[in-house]
């Protein structure tokens, strides 16, 4: 088993980056290229804590070592991933739990994300990730089936980051772009209404 962890640091307030997190695969994020398909399976708020839960199938694509697809004995370039997240309001914690389904008899791949605010103005972002290959035959070939997953891990940090901070400055925009929106149509209507009060 290998095991590759990563944290950043957002300067986005939670508020801003558990509202933006359901936007993170959107064309906004030119780094997610590989992510071709995110379907919401159920979600469900727990009355008492207000924790919600979503359960998605998360789509991609992404070139395997030539190698790798000979081994495996067919063509690994698309995969899916079942991720069960939860949305904490009260603790102020979104935890993302996901899990492989494609080849899930050959590799184990289970990943838990956690976003937690630092202050008013930073999230913190901390990634885990533990990659097993289940497959028979000599330590040599497993050891060289989990490096090349951590390290295709390790790329898509960084694209992840870039690309998720896109994201953050978009939803930043249009949500200050629609408050002002919102407000010149409130002075609008009060513009209305004292003309009206004055005829």
């Known amino acids: 088993m290998k095991v590759f962890s990563n944290t950043e640091t957002f300067n986005y307030s939670w508020e801003e980056v558990s509202t933006a997190n359901w936007r993170k ?16 399976i159920s979600r469900t708020v727990d009355p008492e804590t207000g924790i919600l839960r979503t359960e998605r199938l ?8 030539e190698w790798l697809k000979k081994m495996m004995g067919g063509s690994m370039d698309e995969h899916q991933v079942f991720e069960t997240s939860y949305v904490d ?29 630092l202050n008013d103005h930073q999230t913190q972002f901390e990634q885990a990730a533990k990659i ?21 891990f390790r790329e898509n940090a960084a694209k992840g980051k870039e690309g998720f901070e896109s994201v953050l400055a978009m939803s930043r925009r249009v949500f200050a772009e629609e ?5 010149m149509s409130l002075i609008q209507a009060q513009a209305g209404n004292i003309r009206m009060a004055a005829a």
């Open 58 to 65: 998360i789509t991609c694509q992404q070139t395997a070592p």
């Open 89 to 117: 309001p009260r603790a102020k914690t979104v935890t993302m739990v996901s899990a492989n389904v494609t080849w899930s008899n050959l590799l184990n791949v289970q990943e838990t994300v956690v976003y937690r605010p």
């Open 132 to 152: 097993t290959a289940l497959c028979g035959g000599w330590q040599k070939i497993k050891n060289s089936i989990e490096d090349t997953l951590v390290k295709r």
């Open 25 to 40: 695969y959107c064309p906004w994020n030119q780094k997610s290229t590989h992510v071709v398909a995110v379907d919401t």
């Open 179 to 183: 408050r002002e929106r919102e407000r």
